[in-house]
């Protein structure tokens, strides 16, 4: 059992100084005081005293087998690593093929997804990838989401891009209706999670589906809305009609100056426009390729992306754009938790799990991490981390 006290807590929504009580793997009391006096059981004191505490970051779009290789093999990204999540808060992710689904597998991906689980992590997939038809396990992509706890929805397909399979309207409402269906069978959201790239017609697609079917727009989970202006001005649209927005948070210096809005300047835009906070997410897009460009434009390399992004432009979207601390921590916890309907994820609430984190209170740093109870990191030092991480340290 854990007793942090004194936390300023932002469940997300802000619910003043309190203590909260974590008893194995979810939290069991908050209050104004709980008595620091236990008997006959172990408690450790966490003092929480100008900190803030947050629940742990749902990251809705991961490669966590690695993505990317348009550039060929050698441009294939690695996997992630369990403290990759950790030192980013991240207690929650979903895992998602992408570009390839060839030398990139379902079993894989559900194997990794395995691993993650089992060292602490709440850890989701998808079924299908860029391409329609949709590569699936068991054929179709309602009974991959039926049969398989671990797939949630469909994705990330593909619309408005070269490396797109160029579906037609057709193919994508048929997509989106087993998705639908196979999520309404088995209790999850069914989401149909949409890589939009940067051609002209960025989210008609979409809405040509909704338009001509009995699809809700719900049903659509579109990303890379900060790609361009273009497709974030599309965005408000969408949004205006009661569609959700993903932004991506990892990006480079050579991508924002090409056109990219930032992730956090784009959260900023979308609030000035009216746009509902439970309609937007953060993600990471977390181990897809970047290119890295030197000063004369030549392609130097790749970077992949990080999970750190999420906190890096909730930071920024408080410190920069003067977006409410609650309304930057629901974009990484709260919203993307009920779009993807992962009940006990998003919040801090007596019986949901203890996800959990802890910022300096001023500077908005991670310092300490709990996912299920367990402590992850504390400090700032990782507790926890993947066993060939370990081997790789000699330990
Ligand atoms: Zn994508």
Redesign the pocket.
Known sequence: MYLLTDVELYAPDYQGVKDVLIAGSQVVAISDHINREFTGVPVQIINGQGKVLAPGLVDS?VHIIGGGGEGGFTTRTPEMHLSDAVIAGVTTLVGVL?TDSVTRTLTNLLAKANALTEDGLTVYCHTGS?QIPARTLFGDIDQDIILIDKFIGVG?V?ISDHRSSQPSQQELARLTAQARVGGMLSGKAGIVSV?VGDSDTCLQPLLDVVSASDIPIKQFYP??INRTQTLLDAGKEFAQLGGYLDL?ASTTPEILAAGEVKCSDALKQLLDAGISVDQITFSS?GF?SLPDFDEQGNLRGLKVGTLTSLLDEVRDAVQQNGVALEDALKVVTQSPADILKLTGKGRVQEGLDADLILLDAATLELETVFAKGQLMMVDGVVLKKGLFERQGEGQ
């Open positions: 779009l992408g860029y990330e593909a890589h990303t890379h991506t897009d897809a």
